[in-house]
């Protein structure tokens, strides 16, 4: 049975879900803030579902030896380190959506609030002050708010804010000028462009390596003077101090951060600076966001554990829990290609093209190239060190290109899959496909037909087409007590060449080997395991 843990403060909602689903969930929401109670037991479960406060460290999923998903109940995932988990195979799944509105409110509430200074002037009310005109703050209607990052959240802050009369301009790279039509918004196309236009500038981008520490000194220079500065995306997206500066100096009039770089934040340069509001990471903290994300990602790790369905998953491809099964059958091929391909490739790889014959062509292609390149590449890479989720990163890494191609179904099977792999020294394929029986079949090596069903051990030989060459080669393995399970043969008559597959009931050694090479008729053994 499939072990879940939840080691951040969930909705309890989640744990129903995972139970409907057959999984058994552990929940344990303060175990995130003590990261070696969670390094010890984290070994014992197949799911981790977070929030912020749990850190996904390269040292935790070292230990995490039965780790198959990471499920992120909310959208920032800068807390799981992608890289260690797609080496180990382990999907990172978030939820997009869930949070996005709830998150959006908050900024627009943390733009009214230092626009007009609600916290201090609450804190002054209650205190028996009554400073009336202390507190003059900054009619929003009719200013520009500048945004940076024009996503989800970004153009949901968008909508709200051009329904309070303001004008919208933003920057995000990824953001088309027709998306920027239809939501109402101004373009334009750098940062430096956008910060001396903005009263007001709010941030709605992910942390990642190239945005860390983008808004520096220089660029909150740029900013007008007198603006306000909302941060409700990430802390370390802002240099904090030079924030602080520019509020103590004048140079800006607010602040308003919900992430801080470092979380706990508990002494922050923005703490002693004027007209700053600060809330703890509460972005995302509603009942109705809480419940969404929740509810969401629970059904997407019971999915995944349960079904192989992927959904909203960063580091592999979508699979939904109808494909699942129809896919299996035909992902076992694909890794039986690429198994067969990466035992008998010697020379480096420059490129591999997978032909889609027929109905296979018709699937969700990319689980299968992915399936079929990690097989491809194990070989090649040394054992655990690739997998379904990490073979497109380590196959670019390498410079091996990958290519797929449809075609329309034809020959004896009509639906099959080819795998063509050009070494530096020569080009081979493969050829397969899945039965009725829903297994697969070899039926095509280096352009010679055969057919076999792929066994664990098989002994792989290139050979002369001459007469005498099955009973030798049955005699021989005899003599060395091997069993034959399966034996198939092909042959090219134009080339004279022929191939054999024997299914054995042993791992063959390197002893047997040079035995069987030894052969007249054999140009080339090699063991197989599949
Ligand atoms: N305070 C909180 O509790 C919450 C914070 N968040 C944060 O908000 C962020 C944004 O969330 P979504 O809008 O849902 O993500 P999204 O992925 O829909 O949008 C992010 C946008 O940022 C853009 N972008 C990337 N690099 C950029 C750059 N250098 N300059 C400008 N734009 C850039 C992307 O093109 C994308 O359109 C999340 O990554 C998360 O860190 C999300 C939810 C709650
Ligand atoms: O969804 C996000 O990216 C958030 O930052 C929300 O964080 P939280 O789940 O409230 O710790």
């Known amino acids: ?22 999984v058994e969930v552990d929940f344990q929401p303060k175990l995130g803030k003590d990261p070696a109670k969670l390094a010890e037991i984290i070994g014992d479960y197949d799911g981790l579902a977070i929030r912020s406060a749990t ?12 780790l198959k998903a990471i499920g992120r109940a909310g959208i920032g995932v800068d807390n799981v380190d992608i890289a260690a988990a797609s080496a180990k195979g382990i999907v990172v799944m978030n939820t997009p959506f869930g949070n996005s509105i709830t998150t959006a409110e908050h900024a627009i509430a943390m733009m009214f609030a230092v626009a007009r200074q609600i916290p201090e002037a609450d804190a002054s009310t209650r205190a028996g002050k009554w400073e009336k005109s202390r507190f003059m703050g900054t009619e929003i209607t009719r200013k520009t708010l500048g945004l940076i990052g024009c996503g989800n959240i970004g153009s949901i802050v968008a909508d709200r804010a051009l329904g309070l009369r303001m004008k919208v301009v933003a920057f995000d790279p990824f953001l088309s000028t027709t998306r920027a039509e239809k939501l109402g918004v101004t373009k334009v196309e750098t940062i430096e462009e956008l910060l001396p236009l903005a009263d007001f500038v709010t941030l ?38 030079a924030v602080a500066q520019a509020l103590h100096d004048g140079h800006l009039a607010g602040a308003a951060f919900d992430v801080f770089a470092e979380e706990p934040a508990t002494d922050n340069p923005l703490f002693t600076a004027p007209n700053v509001v600060c809330t703890p990471h509460l972005g995302a903290a509603t009942s109705e966001a809480q419940e969404n994300v929740a509810l969401q990602v629970a059904e997407q790790m019971s999915d995944y554990l349960m079904k192989g369905a992927i959904s909203n998953a960063i580091n592999a491809p979508s699979v939904t829990a109808e494909e699942a099964p129809i896919l299996k059958p035909w992902i076992d091929l694909a890794e039986i290609l690429g198994g067969f391909a990466g035992q008998v490739t010697e020379s480096p790889i420059k490129e591999i093209e997978i032909e889609f014959v027929g109905k296979v062509g018709e699937l969700n292609l990319k689980p299968l190239t992915s399936a079929l390149t990690a097989a ?26 990958i290519a797929e191609t449809r075609k329309d179904e034809q020959g004896a099977y009509g639906s099959y899959m080819r795998l063509i792999v050009t070494t530096e020294k020569q080009t081979r394929s493969v050829a397969g496909t899945v039965f009725s029986d829903g297994k697969p079949r070899f039926i095509q090596i280096k352009g010679i037909g055969l057919e076999a069903e792929p066994l664990d051990f098989m002994l792989y030989t290139t050979n002369a087409d001459t007469p005498g060459y099955i009973g030798a080669l049955g005699t021989k393995l005899g003599d060395l007590g091997v069993n034959i399970a399966t034996f198939a043969l092909g042959r090219s008559v134009k080339d004279g060449e022929a191939i054999a597959l024997v299914g054995v009931d042993q791992e063959l050694s390197e002893a047997t080997l040079t035995e069987i090479r030894a052969l007249p008729q054999v140009k080339q053994a090699k063991a197989l395991k599949f």
Do not use: W
């Open 55 to 66: 850190k996904a460290t390269a040292d935790l999923i070292a230990k995490a030896t039965n």
């Open 376 to 401: 491809l590449m194990k070989p090649l890479v040394g054992e655990g060190g690739v997998n379904m989720v990490s073979a497109p990163i380590v196959a670019r890494e390498r410079g091996v290109k």
């Open 1 to 22: 049975m499939a072990k879940v843990l939840i080691s951040d403060a969930l909705s309890e909602a989640a744990v129903q879900i995972f139970r409907d689903n057959g």
């Open 204 to 241: 709605h981008l992910p942390k990642t390596e190239k945005t860390a520490g983008l808004l520096n000194e220089d660029r909150i220079r740029l900013m007008k003077k007198g603006a306000y500065l909302i941060n409700c995306a990430r802390g370390g997206l802002v240099d904090e101090a």
